[in-house]
């Protein structure tokens, strides 16, 4: 999800709504929530996140929201708390907050 919805042109932008449409930001943080030990789950789970719920029209503020009440900031700290030597955790789970928050 991380690169299918990578993009601010009209089409990244359609990608982001459809990946959204799909259930792609709670599939995300609840594979977040099952796997809290796996690294990489909870970085490209991150990551996805990061892309997924950019942009600032409407549409981008509802799936930022969504994100938020799905539990993607909880999801996202516990990420950050879990792994604090991982870099790659600590930038992707910086970066959600930034697009989530």
């Known amino acids: 999800l991380g ?3 990578s993009g601010n042109d009209a089409a990244g932008l359609a990608r982001k709504q459809r990946a959204a449409a799909a259930g792609a930001i709670e599939a995300a943080v609840a594979a977040m929530q099952a796997h809290p030990q796996v690294a990489g789950v909870q970085q490209q789970g991150c990551a996805a996140l990061v892309n ?3 942009g600032a029209d409407g549409a981008g503020r509802a799936r930022k929201q969504r ?6 900031i ?15 955790v600590q930038q992707q789970g910086c970066a959600a907050l930034v697009n989530v928050c």
């Open 52 to 54: 997924v719920c950019s």
């Open 74 to 88: 909880e999801a996202v700290v516990a990420a950050l708390q879990a792994h604090p030597q991982v870099a790659g």
């Open 3 to 5: 690169n299918v919805c």
């Open 67 to 72: 994100a938020a009440d799905t539990g993607a």
